[in-house]
Structure formats: structure tokens, C-alpha cells
């Protein structure tokens, strides 16, 4: 094993974490990360897990995943999250789920109280897998995104979501409140902390530099609270939250970003069927794949992945479909060098000026 220091990126500290065992270079098979569990766990356990168990295809002994750390806040975790948004615990989510966790995913988003029970139970089955018991091994980290309206407090909102799950609790509480106050809501998460009702690492939705700072600043007498990531949608396609001084905000405070929306609405970046993509920028995407992986094709979804990790945040995916989440962990491990960046910057600039010509830009028409 070998850990690399690449980067300080805008609010991301990136330390590669590989798996060096095949000294040639070349590509492993996919890792099986989840296997059958120990003897003797309760039969509750093996159906819960049943179906993951029944995405392995093979019964060699476990490895260890490539991991791409970053950090945000408090947390060691991956450079790319998974986001388990209207999943029911079917198949398909459990290949996804298995191949997100071979591919060194680490962090999980929920986004209603039935995904955090259900990840929690795949977290709980995984934790008694071979897999868990690897030297250097990453545990899934749940972080589930909670609506607290303007006339509840963050306890009875964190209450009831919990019971919801049928107790399972999140390790990470995103709390979202489009209308409380910054600093009602803080003192709401200072109380439900000390009551036992919130972990003591949380993260905010959607908050601006403004309200982020009024929050990190009340929370600054609790230590036993600390402040992991804001979640706000960044991509190619919207980088509102960059040039409003947002992310430059929560690097100051030394607050880390999940980027929801990494590809933006619709999946425009590279979705070539949506009636908002930038046609020429999938042909960039293209061109930057070819010339930046190495000797390996990057793909645009890889690409326009890798520019968000690039800028220091950590892409949210939403999929339930394995292939899709393997093909998306292509983007870690890697990063785009400054000109690339550079050259991407310049088309979105472009872009959100109106000076795209007749859909390729003066560049690239």
C-alpha cells in the first residue's frame, strides 16, 4: 500500500489511497468487496443481505478497493458520493450498491427516511463481511438529508425522521431549511445534539456564504459539533455557487462542498439528447478524455466528473444502476491539470455570456 498527497484543491485536502499489487500497471478485476457473511450472524442479517450476496459472481477472497480520499471538515472519505435516492432495496440497487463500494465509494447520501433505513442496513450487513475486516478498509459513511421547516425545531425534525427509519441513524445529518434562520437553526442543532437526538458531525443544504457563516460561527462554543460539508449543485452547467464567493466561503471556514447535480439538470453536461446541452462541450469533454487519462479513454461523464473534484468539491451521483456507478468512479484517482481546467472555465464563460456562436462556440464552431 502506498498514500500520495496530489493536491490542495479549493475546499478539498485529495490523498490517493491504491492498491499497488499489481506491480505492471495494469487493471484489475473488479473487487469483490462484499461477501458472504461470518457463520454464525443472525438469520435477520442474511436476509437482509441476501441480495447483495447475489450480486457477487465469484467467491475469490475479497481486495482492498483503490481509494480516492478527500477530506471534508472532520471526514476522510471518497472523492465521489452515491446517492441512493429512490431506492427500494431491489436488485439493481444492490448491484449498485456493491459496485460503488468495490469501486471505493465511501460516502452515501439519503434522501428520505426509508433509503437511511435501508442503508443502514446494507452498512450493518456490509460491517459483517470479509470485505470489512481488510486492513486499510473504508467503511460507507450514510449522511441523510433532512427538511427542518421554519416552525420545527431541528429535535423533533431529527425525532422523527429517525423513528421513520425504525431507528437507524444517520452518521452524518445534512440538515436543509430554505426559510430559519442561521443561527435559530444552529442553536436548534446545539439542542438536539446534547439530548442525543443529532450526531455530532452535521452539514447544511444550499446554504450561501452569508448563512454558512452565521451557522459556523454560532456553532463555534459547541467543539463537540463540527460542520462536515455544504451540499449545493455545482456542474459545468451551474456554477452559480463559485462565482457568488460560496465555495471560497466554505473553504475559509474550512467547510468541505458536495456538488448535487454534478451534471447538471437533466444530466445536460452530457446527456447529447437534452435540450439544453452544450453539444460542443461534449466534444471537448471528448477530446480532454483522450488527452488526460494516461493512455487510458476518459469519457466526457468522467471528464465533467473530474472538473468538479478538480474545482475541490465531491460529486453527489444519483444511479441505480451499477455499470453506471462503476463507470463514474472512473473519475477519481485522478485529476485534471490546471490547463484543462482552464480550457473548461473559458467554455462555460463563454457559455454564460451568451458567446457560444451556432452551437460551438468561437473556438470550437
Request: hydrophobic share 40%.
Amino acid at each position: 500500500m502506498r498514500a500520495t498527497a496530489t493536491l490542495s484543491a479549493t475546499t478539498a485536502r485529495v490523498t490517493h489511497v491504491c492498491n499497488t499489487r499489481d506491480p505492471t500497471g495494469n487493471a484489475r478485476r473488479t473487487p469483490a468487496s462484499l461477501r458472504r457473511a461470518r457463520e454464525g450472524h443472525a438469520p435477520r442479517i442474511a436476509r437482509l443481505g441476501a441480495r447483495i450476496v447475489h450480486a457477487m459472481v465469484d467467491d475469490d477472497a475479497p481486495e482492498l478497493p483503490d481509494y480516492d480520499v478527500v477530506t471534508l471538515g472532520p471526514l476522510e472519505v471518497s472523492a465521489i458520493a452515491l446517492s441512493a435516492r429512490d431506492w427500494t432495496g431491489g436488485s439493481d440497487d444492490a448491484n449498485c450498491y456493491v459496485a460503488a463500494i468495490d469501486r471505493g465509494y465511501v460516502l452515501i447520501a439519503a434522501s428520505t427516511s426509508s433509503e437511511l433505513k435501508l442503508m443502514k442496513e446494507y452498512q450493518g450487513y456490509w460491517s459483517m463481511s470479509e470485505a470489512a475486516a481488510l486492513s486499510g478498509v473504508r467503511p460507507p459513511v450514510v449522511y441523510s438529508i433532512m427538511d427542518v421547516d421554519a416552525a420545527e425545531s431541528v429535535k423533533d425534525a431529527a425525532q422523527a425522521l429517525v423513528a421513520a427509519a425504525n431507528g437507524a441513524e444517520p452518521d452524518v445529518m445534512c440538515i436543509s431549511s430554505k426559510n430559519s434562520d442561521a443561527k435559530a437553526l444552529a442553536n436548534g442543532v446545539k439542542a438536539a445534539w446534547e439530548l442525543g437526538a443529532c450526531p455530532g458531525t452535521v452539514a447544511v443544504d444550499g446554504f450561501d456564504a452569508a448563512r454558512l457563516e452565521e451557522f459556523v460561527e454560532a456553532l463555534k462554543d459547541t467543539p463537540g459539533i463540527q460542520v462536515a460539508f455544504n451540499r449545493v449543485p455545482y456542474s459545468l452547467a451551474d456554477r452559480t455557487f463559485e462565482t457568488n464567493g460560496t465555495l471560497a466561503a466554505c473553504k475559509r471556514l474550512g467547510v468541505g462542498v458536495v456538488a448535487s447535480s454534478p451534471l447538471g439538470e437533466g444530466s445536460r453536461v452530457t446527456n447529447t439528447t437534452h435540450a439544453e446541452c452544450d453539444q460542443a462541450l461534449v466534444r471537448l469533454l471528448a477530446f480532454l478524455g483522450a488527452m488526460v487519462g494516461g493512455g487510458v479513454q476518459r469519457s466526457p461523464l468522467q471528464v465533467s466528473l473530474n472538473y468538479v473534484m478538480s474545482k475541490g468539491l465531491v460529486p453527489e451521483i444519483e444511479t441505480r444502476m451499477g455499470s453506471l456507478a462503476w463507470e463514474c468512479g472512473g473519475s477519481m484517482l485522478w485529476r485534471l491539470d490546471e490547463n484543462a481546467i482552464g480550457i473548461l472555465d473559458e467554455r462555460c464563460e463563454a457559455v454564460e455570456k451568451g458567446e457560444t456562436g451556432d452551437g460551438g462556440g468561437p473556438a470550437l464552431a
